[in-house]
Nanobody, 122 residues
Framework: VQLQASGGGLVQPGGSLRLSCTAS????????IVWYRQAPGKQRELVAA???????NYADFVKGRFTISRDNAKKMGFLAMNSLKPEDTAVYYC?????????????????WGQGTLVTVSS
């Protein structure tokens, strides 16, 4: 299973962006989809998560501004970011876990996308 994050870019303070995380590979199902971010000189931090049933969890610093969602049929996750602030500038990574199936059986996976840069600046 491979993940690809996209949708980053340069946006002014107060603007919006929508990040996408696309999963591909052999037969699989995703459990949790999680967005993290890492700003320059800082540790990676959890931004938001969505479970297989749609339950969501957000870091306090994005509550009310960011919305995480998923499209199970398309094997995709999304992060809608509104009211962006300069401190939101970071590389955003998607992470997903779940199971994949081969002719030999079922296996667990936990994969990361390559990251997409979000820059909030005037």
């Amino acid at each position: 299973v491979q993940l690809q994050a996209s949708g980053g870019g340069l946006v002014q303070p107060g603007g919006s962006l929508r990040l996408s995380c696309t999963a591909s590979g052999s037969t699989f199902s995703m459990n949790n989809i999680v967005w993290y971010r890492q700003a320059p000189g800082k540790q990676r931090e959890l931004v938001a998560a969505v479970g297989s049933g749609g339950a969501t969890n957000y870091a306090d610093f994005v509550k009310g501004r960011f919305t995480i969602s998923r499209d199970n049929a398309k094997k995709m996750g999304f992060l809608a970011m509104n009211s962006l602030k300069p401190e939101d500038t970071a590389v955003y990574y998607c992470n997903a876990d779940g199971v994949y199936y081969t002719e030999d059986g079922m296996y667990e996976f936990n994969e990361w996308g390559q990251g997409t840069l979000v820059t909030v600046s005037s």
